[in-house]
């Protein structure tokens, strides 16, 4: 038999308008065709026959019009199997590519079966220790640059690149032993959301070592989680392996189980961090921002415009802060530039009145839109949302009840300290909520 390096080959790329091709389509096809010495190319526009998104790399210099003009899948269906003809088909994550064609085919009545290689596939057999698989990483790996990318023919001819040096570099014998498993159309994976609920909630994606991939919020889980599981499995840079999911009544319930369920996978790994306040302190000797910690508590005064869960995102908040608005760096309580302002330079940022005072005034006008709020109530508050009620109290989620005794037990807890990432999510959403407050005189504060 013909070793399968010896044999025509097709280096196929296709860009899409999506990642689900049983409702997205194929935007333009790449075919380089090799046949010994003898190396063909094909390319071509497709009109998807839909709408589709601009954030899609493919269309970045695509217009409406120029895929309008384009011929439609069927038009050049019998051209490209004709291409596709006699030779195995070779794809980076073959699976996607072969998928889609599929697709395209079945929509015409017409069954698509074709020798397939994955070199997704055969770069993780032949090269296990490496860091990343993914296209990009492998030309680099091999010194190989190729210019333009993430259009069809271009991608097709940096996989084309990219075989030619694995067949000179390696020999024969370990090419051909890594493509042991080649055969037919490339194996489906398998269903990892078959089995998860249509309605809203929480997913996550795992690698086979259990390493979350994703954790997001859903409207429709089964429906979400399997396109993002095609999209990963597209950029091939990691694996899904098992995808788990947990129920939510509703949007915020399922922002409080995401926060929940990513602090419970990060815990094993996350340097715990206490979240910091930043208040203005113009009588201070020192900088003109005072950063205080969360867990002391919400701080006295008007002079709170901001809080952060970690003293690095505070001080990356306040170098935007000093860029936009022309302030001091070291007024601000942060290490100096290579370059700094001029009142820095004289040493007089700081020590001099008059500097320090238009500073002062430039950070007041900066931060007067940004006042913090305090927590808005007297005590506890209830939230109802489809059947179940998160209880919130200074700014932390208490717990969710799903009945009276719950409840009950939830109104009497006290909040351990403020809780930023529920600050961030509750502060745009109170004004729409259906809140009812718990126990005595806890209404809203004067």
Request: overall charge positive; some cysteine.
């Amino acid at each position: 038999m013909t070793p399968v390096i010896q044999r025509p080959l097709v280096f196929v790329d296709v860009e899409t308008t999506g990642f689900d091709a049983a409702r997205d389509r194929i935007v333009e096809l790449g075919l380089v065709g090799v046949d010994g010495d003898e190396v063909s190319e094909w390319t071509t526009l497709l009109d998807p026959e839909r709408r589709w998104r601009r954030d899609v790399p493919a269309f970045a210099d695509l217009s409406r019009d120029a895929l309008a003009d384009a011929p439609r899948f069927r038009d050049v269906a019998e051209e490209l199997r004709a291409r596709l003809a006699g030779r195995v088909f070779v794809a980076h994550n073959a699976r996607f590519d072969f998928r889609f064609l599929a697709a395209e085919f079945a929509r015409l009545g017409i069954r698509f079966e074709t020798p397939a290689i994955c070199t997704l596939a055969l770069a993780r057999r032949l090269q296990p220790t490496a860091e990343a698989h993914h296209l990009d990483a492998l030309l680099a790996a091999h010194g190989l640059t190729t210019g333009t990318r993430h259009r069809a023919l271009p991608d097709a001819r940096a996989l084309w690149c990219w075989w030619q040096r694995l067949v000179r570099d390696t020999p024969a014998a370990i090419v051909e032993a890594g493509l042991a498993h080649y055969g037919g159309a490339p194996p489906e994976r398998p269903a990892l959301c078959a089995d998860l609920p249509a309605g809203r909630g929480v997913y996550a994606v795992f690698d086979a070592a259990r390493t979350p991939l994703a954790i997001r919020s859903a409207r429709r889980l089964r429906s979400e989680a399997s396109t993002l599981v095609a999209a990963l499995d597209a950029r091939g840079a990691s694996v899904p392996h098992t995808v788990e999911a947990r129920r939510a009544a509703g949007p915020l319930d399922a922002a409080l189980v995401r926060l929940a369920w990513a602090r419970e996978l990060d815990a094993a790994t996350r340097v715990a961090e206490d979240g910091v306040f930043l208040r203005v302190t113009p009588d201070s000797a020192g900088p003109l921002v005072e950063r205080l910690p969360v867990a002391a508590g919400w701080p006295q005064g008007e002079r709170c415009f901001a809080v952060y869960a970690s003293r690095k995102r505070a001080d990356r908040a306040l170098g935007r802060l000093a860029r936009d608005h022309g302030l001091c760096r070291s007024a601000l309580g942060l290490a100096a530039r290579r370059a700094p302002c001029p009142a820095c330079a004289s040493k007089a940022c700081t020590s001099h009145p008059a500097a320090r005072l238009r500073t002062l005034a430039k950070l007041v006008q900066a931060t007067s839109a940004l006042r913090l709020p305090a927590w808005p109530y007297a005590g506890a508050i209830a939230v109802r949302e489809h059947g179940v009620v998160h209880v919130f109290a200074d700014w932390c989620h208490l717990g969710t009840a799903r009945d009276e005794d719950e409840l009950a037990v939830l109104a009497r807890t006290r909040a351990a300290k403020v809780d930023v990432a529920v600050f961030e999510l509750l502060a745009t959403r109170l004004g729409r909520a259906r809140v009812r407050p718990l126990g005595k005189g806890g209404g809203k504060k004067e």
